[in-house]
């Protein structure tokens, strides 16, 4: 199983950026495909944004142009730059190691504790 580690959360205001990180140990980072998901008050855990082992990415259609889900097979680690950031993108955002079928992106049972993105309006 692997091992995730978010950080990279905060407070922005309306229009800025945050890079946030996700640092796996573990297996083999290299063979998983990466999601990024987010889980405001109140609502259920969505995708954000994934991509394969390969740089394949796909998103949430709430955050297509604005955020960049990234990865860096030597570091074990995955990114996710967002930019234009609204009060709608607050929430608790997650980094999970999964699998693709086809094209549609599974979360697997390895999650990382959350970071808090907080965006003021």
């Known amino acids: 199983q692997v091992q995730l580690v978010e950080s990279g959360g905060g407070l922005v205001q309306a229009g800025g950026s945050l890079r946030l990180s996700c640092a796996a140990s573990?297996?083999?980072?290299?063979?998983?495909?990466m999601g990024w998901y987010r889980q405001a008050s109140g609502k259920r855990r969505e995708l954000v944004a994934a991509v394969t082992p390969s740089g394949t990415t796909n998103y949430g259609e709430s955050v297509k142009g604005r955020f960049t889900i990234s990865r860096d097979n030597a570091k074990n680690t995955t990114y996710l730059q967002m930019d234009s950031l609204k009060p709608e993108d607050t929430a608790v955002y997650y980094c999970?190691?999964?699998?693709?079928?086809?094209?549609?992106?599974?979360?697997?049972?390895?999650w990382g504790q959350g970071t808090q993105v907080t965006v003021s309006s």
């Open positions: 573990g297996r083999i980072f290299s063979i998983n495909a």
């Open positions: 999970n190691a999964g699998y693709y079928r086809g094209s549609m992106y599974y979360a697997a049972n390895s």
